[in-house]
């Protein structure tokens, strides 16, 4: 069931404005619909243009496959939430809160939340839009996450592999540890300690 948890605000890159935005718990039929008929074409059409997966991940449409009409339904191990601004649904985010834990001490073996999977749509990215139109979206859905793990009583934990694109964002800007690579998932594993995840949201309480 969709239930509203917050008000947010995204930067409009093309007016130089900040508008109004709100993050959802769940989804509804709408949000699948703006997937279907708007996300999934623009990834299509951009994925053909690459010969190979890594060629993809480089023009940011390599998740053209992931089906997240499907990904977009709760379940007991995982959480699924979306932000909406100007009436269509800007990012999605689903969550392992059962089956993934901390590798880092002090709290190594203890309960996290793992993003699963996390995408903003295509015509907010970088290297897939000539003019990125919504900037914050990404930032909006992580600090729910973060939110999320408290909430769950998982001291603001919060673990996910990155494609290699993002590593420097996760790291500088977000303030997770690198945790090396993962042979398993053939992407680096980067985990947020408890103390982080304040120092996060307490950064983020004095951002627009």
């Known amino acids: 069931m969709k239930k509203l948890l917050g008000d947010r605000v995204l930067l409009n890159r093309h007016t130089g404005e900040m508008e109004p935005a709100q993050i959802f718990f769940g989804s509804d039929d709408t949000n699948r619909r703006h997937y279907e008929e708007l996300?999934?074409?623009?990834?299509v059409r951009r994925n053909?243009?690459?010969?190979d997966?890594?060629?993809s991940v480089?023009?940011?449409?390599?998740d053209s496959h992931w089906g997240w009409d499907d990904i977009?339904?709760?379940?007991?191990?995982?959480?699924n939430f979306v932000i909406e601004c100007d009436g269509l649904t800007q990012g999605i985010m689903n969550v392992n809160i059962a089956t993934r834990f901390?590798?880092?001490p002090p709290h190594k073996g203890r309960e996290l939340a793992y993003i699963d999977r996390i995408a903003t749509a295509p015509w907010n990215r970088h290297k897939l839009s000539p003019k990125p139109k919504y900037m914050g979206v990404g930032r909006a859905l992580?600090?729910?996450?973060?939110?999320?793990?408290?909430?769950l009583?998982?001291?603001?934990r919060v673990g996910l592999h990155s494609l290699e694109q993002s590593e420097t964002w996760y790291r500088d800007e977000l303030g997770l540890t690198d945790c090396g690579f993962d042979e398993t998932e053939e992407m680096r594993y980067f985990e947020m300690t408890e103390e982080q995840a304040i120092e996060f949201l307490r950064g983020a309480e004095v951002r627009p």
């Open 39 to 43: 996300w999934k074409p623009d990834l």
């Open 48 to 51: 053909a243009d690459f010969a």
């Open 53 to 55: 997966w890594a060629a």
């Open 58 to 62: 480089e023009g940011n449409a390599q």
């Open 72 to 79: 977009m339904k709760s379940t007991l191990a995982y959480e």
């Open 102 to 104: 901390a590798t880092l």
């Open 142 to 151: 992580f600090a729910t996450c973060v939110s999320l793990s408290f909430d």
């Open 153 to 156: 009583e998982f001291g603001g």
